[in-house]
């Protein structure tokens, strides 16, 4: 005779993330014979195993929150699923207005002013290409001087 453990199971704590990326889902179980991933979203999942990408569909990213749940389905005999969910917050991704044409005087530094929202609204800012800018990793970042004609 061979008893079974009913199945346990976990996916952590919930997560707050940016609609622009995608879930990573690491789940942690035991005594289970198959397992699998549902949601009360609209996406999809990238695998049904212990470990999945969960990628938002647009009605995910307009209610702004989704729940998704694992279930590690038992051994015979045992009867009894083991379940747990998580709460995803779903943040709006930033977005970052500039103007399309800016004029520079030669010779002198400029300095950007981007409009941003969306999002968190902990920004952090990276300036590329890092060598124009005498800090690229402010918000209104500042050139060093032009040494041609924009």
Do not use: H
């Not at 061979?2 to 997560?15: C, F, K, Q």
């Not at 999945?52 to 009867?79: L, R």
């Amino acid at each position: 005779m061979t008893l079974n453990d009913y199945p346990s199971a976990s996916v952590g704590e919930d997560i707050n993330i940016c609609s622009s990326e995608p879930v990573i889902l690491e789940a942690e179980a035991d005594n289970f014979s198959s397992v699998n991933w549902t949601t009360s979203g609209s996406g999809s999942f990238s695998q049904q195993d212990l470990t999945s990408v969960y990628t938002f569909s647009e009605q995910d990213i307009e209610s702004g929150i989704i729940t998704i749940t694992f279930t590690a389905q038992p051994k015979y005999p045992c009867d009894v699923p083991a379940t747990d969910s998580l709460q995803v917050i779903i943040k709006p991704a930033p977005v970052i207005d500039l103007p399309d044409i800016v004029e520079a005087a030669y010779n002198m530094p400029f300095t950007f002013y981007p409009d941003v929202s969306g999002a968190s609204g902990n920004y952090s800012f990276d300036w590329q290409p890092d060598s124009l800018f005498t800090n690229p990793n402010v918000r209104d970042a500042s050139t060093y001087p032009f040494p041609y004609p924009v």
